[in-house]
């Protein structure tokens, strides 16, 4: 169940990308954040409790939104705008003991 | 407003060798009071490495680094918290055929005197470390090596002092220190006035002063590491990390971080204060990628400096004064007093109610630098 | 062509936007460096692509000055060296040293604006670290720069003007807003009436948002304490107390906040000198006269130094290039200097009605439960923190960041200090002045570990 919702650019070009092995899409205009918690409803899990997150100041601020790809590379989420082709890996949704 | 105090110990510095001397010498059953001029355990205590070592030491640092290397383990018995202590072994790497050549004839030097290092030739080190760059000849590994904290460890042995009954005073910079009678008067810019039967300086990069007081003028410089930490990563690193000849030092926290130290920060205007160089973090940075390459991802999330009091044979003053009976000396641990402190407060309690320790110091003798006393200007 | 070097002016916010117009128009050509893609920081952000939604439905009534802005600062592209997407990692000496594309260029300036914003104060509550929880300025991000509702059934919760408008905001773009908490006790209220004297337009307007909010079913309650989140894995719904009972909604989103606190590493990192502020309640820079700090050749401007609000951002961001101009020897304004430094003062009293309107809920740290934690990072919770003031006898907070780890995580401190200085007060028995501040440091964000220095030497002017 996704956390947000959408209240325009609804019709616009659509960006393919997987999400932790699954093929999802997003829009144009999204930044990475958008495009996951449009499709979930978590975007990491945290190092220490695995308790999930899926951000809180949405600018840059409180590092609570980081990703990687499966490139490894990692990504603060509300900052980088989604691009086509992106593989993301959050973890959120196994819990990793 | 004075405040008036009399003890047997009065000790300058609350560091690591300050607290746990401290420690010590309740032990024995001594009074003290402990003079710290800021927060115990901020300055080099607190803002070294983190490494627990015995490996790389200069031979003559053996005898006490092997008494301290017994009480890291115990570590929670003593002083409440075992410090984030781990054992994970000290690796130290050899970039050269000829760095390799010094490690081996270091692990034979130190063999007789109890410390078993096993050399591991480029394959084995492969095959045990893959996780670090190929680009290493080779590399010589002390299991029960590892690093600790040196936040937590410095600030618990203040609060074990205290508890033990040590007098622990912050924010008490020492102004001076004379012999009185038989004994020595101390005085703060906090308004205490302290007599003393004997007085211990430890006050680390601080201490050329209390020593230059009483005659006897050390070259005592200051040095400033340049530590790099990593967000919380996965775990890869299983050992402390050091080379041969220096320029990194590496190791991995249970919580994830990456604590990465090498080339030297930069003072400020006040010398007592200092920052890393940006061309030194980035330096370090490019390091730590290059010989650890699943760190690459990662991000850096803080850097850190302190000061730290350095002697220039790198190795401490630790003993009895040349010129003044009752007065000691434990300071100048050049960037390695970290594993060394907790044996250090041992022995300073042993000295200053014996007048002798089991364990060989002759070599840290403030005596060496006698000469340089009588041309110094501090 | 003079001797100096080149300004640099470090965020393209109302105020950076306007220093930067204010040095251009005296010949000065000032290096702009800002993280975000592009100019307007948050109050004015940018979406990333046009969407079809008038500059109404994302600024509301500041349409026209954020339009204003963007048009005027795209107007002096080749009078100014502009860096979006860089970060000014580190101040020393006169050198800045900026992130960008993976590089590490090391810029000396002569002369520095530091116009580095703002984020949304918060005191950690319970569930406040569930997904679906965003503060306020996050959740009108959402909608403004990305045209995405946080939820579908948000509850809005806090302190300050912002809440209101951001509520309201929702409200119009057809998200169903179930309540407004306020937390604001009942006998602040009355400072509105001082607000309304001075600033009739903006009360009037917080008014407005209530009565719409309140028309079209939002359950609005005010002088309420004890928020909790609730939900397992996600917002599920949130409780409170209010008037002795306790109430519960459910809800899929909350946005929370407390007003805001100013970006003041930088600051901290030139060295600034700071002193505990007590209407922002938190350490800021001292700004002297003209937006001057006290280094020489380092300005002050917007909420960077001291929340102002935008109109005073553009305001005190164009006041500060005229000291700079002034400083340096050029023909300044002085006309225009003075009338805005009236306008500032004027301000200034409004922001301290305002303040005292919506006070900061000094009882947080009392009433906060021990399970709750403080640092969203390193997951630290409250009793955490209490246990260790004890076993260590802290009362300093670098320190307690040194022995707990509160603000050792990612974020820096940025989030959790505020409330960590309030729950250290109140355990070692000081006030929140007294208890200091978390030592600026750099990097003052995370920087990725092969960021590599550029090739070359430093950077002087042009």
Known sequence: MPLLHRIARTDHPTIAFVLDGIPREGRHGDTLLTAILEATDALRRTEFSHAPRAGFCLMGACQDCWVALETGERLRACSTPLAPGMRIVTGAREVIR | MTTRLDADVAIIGGGLVGTSTALALRRHGLSVVLLEQGFCGAQASGVNYGGVRRQG??????????????????????????????????????????????????????????????LLGHNELRERFGWIGSDVVGASFCPGDGHANPRLVAAAFAAAARRAGAQVFENAPVTGVIRDGDGFATETASGLKLRSRAVVNSAGA???????????????????????????????????IGIEGGGIYARQVERGNCVVGGERALPLANADFSRPSSEGVLAIMARAGELFPSLRNGHVIRFWSGTEGAMPDRNPVIGASRTTPGLFHAFGFSGAGFQIAPGVGEVMAELVTTGATTTPIDAFSIVRFAEAATTATT | MSARGQPLIV?????????????????????????????GGQIYRQRLVEDGRSATSLYGSEAAKATRL?????????????????????????VADVAVNRENRRLAYDGLILATGAMDRVLPLPGWTLPGVFTLGGAQIALKAQACAIGE????????????????????AGVDVRAVLDAAPSAARINLLRAALQAPDIVARGLRFAAELRLRGTTL?????????????????????????????????????????????????????????????????????????SVSGVYLAGDGAGIVGADAAELSGERAALALIEDRGLVCDHVRAAAIDRRLSKISRLRDALEAA???????????????????????????????????????LNRVKAITRIGMGRCQGRVCAAAAAELLALEAGRGVDSVGRLRAQAPVKPLPLMLRAAQGKSEAAE
């Open chain 2, 206 to 240: 601080w201490a050329g002063t209390f020593a230059a007081m009483f005659g006897e003028a050390v070259p005592l410089e200051r040095i400033y590491p340049s530590i790099i930490v990593t967000e919380p990563m996965a775990p890869v690193m299983t050992v402390n």
């Open chain 3, 70 to 94: 963007h048009r005027d600062f795209a107007a002096l592209a080749s009078k100014l060296d502009y860096w979006p997407n860089a970060l000014v990692w580190n101040l020393s000496d006169g």
């Open chain 2, 57 to 118: 030491r200069p031979v003559e640092q053996l005898p006490l680094s092997q008494r301290a290397h017994a009480m890291w383990p115990r570590l929670r018995d003593l002083i409440g918290t075992d410090g984030e202590f781990l054992d994970t072994g000290h690796l130290k790497l050899a970039r050269s055929d000829n760095d390799m050549a010094s490690l081996e004839e270091y692990a034979r030097r130190v063999e007789p005197l109890g410390l078993a290092l096993e």
């Open chain 3, 358 to 396: 919506f006070p900061f809920p000094t009882a947080w740290a009392r009433e906060i439960g021990d399970q709750t934690l403080i640092c969203r990072c390193e997951e630290i919770d409250a009793g955490t923190m209490r246990r260790a003031i004890r076993d260590f006898d802290l009362s300093e």
């Open chain 3, 11 to 39: 965020g393209a916010g109302p105020a950076g936007v306007r220093a930067a117009e204010t040095l251009a128009k005296a010949g000065l050509k000032p290096r702009v460096v800002d993280e975000a893609p592009a100019c």
């Open chain 3, 221 to 293: 309650r005010s002088a309420v304490s004890d928020i909790r989140i609730e939900g397992d894995t996600r917002v599920a719904g949130v409780s409170w107390e209010e008037r002795g009972r306790r109430c519960q909604l459910s809800c899929d989103a909350v946005g929370y906040g407390l007003g805001l606190r100013p970006e003041t590493q930088l600051a901290d990192l030139a060295g600034c000198e700071m002193r505990f502020d007590a209407r922002d309640r938190a350490f800021l820079p001292i700004r002297l006269w003209g937006g001057r700090s």
């Open chain 3, 153 to 172: 059934k948000v509850v809005f919760a806090g302190s300050g003007p912002l809440l209101y408008l951001v509520a309201w905001q929702y409200l119009r």
